[in-house]
């Protein structure tokens, strides 16, 4: 039988472009902590207590993530993570919302080292650094919201007045409050979720430009929240946010800092249009001028839009329209990531930074690059799906890179899908992505807990059907974390990394071994040792040949005392009309005890061969296959 490199082979079932319902894969973010906030810490969000001053952060801490020990040998590597370029974690409605945050680059640099991580390959959505929308056709964002007639959909929230609220008219957007003895802010949170988050893009090259009629007494506010960050300079981590108000008794614009707040004050006059010029990075620029070039490593994540005051102030603000202007196009947004890249290098030497992309203007998938090639992307025109993700997937071949099909099952978490309707996705996804050939890419993301509905099981079900297939596809892990705070990434299920069998961290030597399947996947925190498969002449991702009748296959197990291993073996039949798994040739368990090794012996037919490390339940590590053909 022939097993061939998948992307040699032909044929194709065409399908639509996406328009997936929740957008791109911010809307799969980890699970929210528990618990309320109480009044008072909504006050420091909202800005109108002391507490402002300890910065906008997480409500609950969860437990540290164990940073276990790996043989030198292996490089663990975070391939599929969003940052300031990116849209951030997906359910945002309310300001001070537990766990929605906008990650930076350096959160992530910060959160993956502290885990123990090799390497931190920056997966930032094409489409989104273009400032345009995914599908066939290149649709830029919107540069206006004429709160007249808004594009957004918005909804309230009061924090520490006694009433409030927003409508539209002709004129544009109302905001109205009214408070007690203390004071209060009502803001109106614009929600662009219903047209794919079209303002939430990176701030470097933006500026935006407010038009608006403030209230005699009291302020018209317009609120952004920005990027999560770690501690810096005495600041602690957290989610910077910008707060511009417009005020009738102030006569200069004027800037203060409390924590990570900037907030400016802009005189305005009551009853008449004031237009306020906003440069976000300019202003973060002058607020904390330690960051440097870090001030570019910023989100547009969240924008408000309010009317607030001291004790018994009843007042409201005119919104009138918003201009969204950006100068960065995707070139220039690589260009500034990869400046960024160097700065944060420095600072981080302990995990190496690399800058990659997803290509999303389709269905997702990966550039992982070796770093020798800058990366570019290329908007479609319209046209065949199919061809432009063969053609997609080429150019990284081109380039050196290897290509990641992403999230298999679709973007979204959950729920779990089970029964009849879990048998019936697994057999629809294995169809469209046999007909395809999974479209040329190299490497399909198997390590998922729950992803587009389907808990791990299936992803490694639907890997298992292309393999049996005779695709050579290999398998990595993914967390596509868009928060970025080490928080963030403590509470997520999906956590599988990917464990490359190299001697250094050098994407040169990362990926060229991780497309030739020589990684495994393993749930970081919970598995940190080594895994491989050898037989005469051949290791893990590659073919054993022999003319016997068995084959001596030696599973590699280092670090699995405490746990047991599963070794399967399952016939390559080299169909690709067969969309069901069949049941494996060999399924032996192995309790390994203090051993690293275990010998088996497998019928030589052609097949391959994966392991499983299992724990407390659970799988928490799995191989790459080693593949046996009979001569």
Known sequence: MDIRSHHELTGMLEEPWPDPEHGCCGGAEPELPSGSPSRRELLAYAGLSPLLATGFTRFETPGEIPRLERPDSVVRAALHVHSSFSEGAGALKAFGTPGQESASMESHAYSLSTMGFDLCMYTDHDHR????????????????????????????????????GHNFGAGGLTVCNRNGLSGGVTLAYCDSGNKRWTYRTNLGGMTL???????????????????????????????????????TDVTERVTEVAGLTVIVSVPAQSGTTTVVPIDPCADLAAAYPDLGIRVHDMSAYGFWFGAGGGPECDN??????????RTADVGAALALQRELLGDLQAGYPDIRLVQGLELSYAKHVNWLSNASTDITSTPPTGGSMSTYLRNSI????????ASSYNHLFGATRGPLITGSARTGKIKTTATQLLANRLYGADI????????????????LEVWDILLAAGMRVIANGATDNHNGS????????NNFATDVLASTSDPALVIPALQQGRAFVSQHGKFGGLLDLSATGAVMGSTVTSPKSTVNVTVTHEGCSGMSVRVLQYAVHGSTTVNARRAPLKNVSINPGGRSTTALSFQNVNSYIRSEVWSGGKRVAFSNPLFIRRR
């Not at 345009?132 to 007249?148: K, L």
């Not at 209230?215 to 600041?235: I, V």
């Not at 729950?450 to 992803?459: I, K």
């Open 316 to 325: 409201a603000a005119l919104f009138q329209c918003l201009d969204i202007a």
């Open 394 to 401: 080429a150019m990284i071949r081109a380039a050196g890179g």
């Open 486 to 493: 080490l928080s963030s990434y403590a509470r997520d299920s």
């Open 129 to 164: 650094m273009a400032g345009a929308n995914w599908g066939a056709t290149y649709v830029p964002y919107p540069t206006r919201e004429d709160f007249a007639n808004p594009g957004w959909t918005y909804s309230s929230q009061r924090y520490g007045s006694v009433a409030g």
């Open 209 to 247: 430009a407010l038009a608006a009629i403030a209230p005699e007494t009291g302020y018209a506010e317009f609120r952004l929240q920005s990027s999560h960050r770690p501690a810096t300079a005495g600041r602690p981590e957290g989610s910077y946010v910008l707060r511009y108000l417009l005020r």
């Open 444 to 459: 399909l993301e198997v390590g998922y807990t729950l992803r587009g509905g389907m808990d791990l099981a299936a992803h």
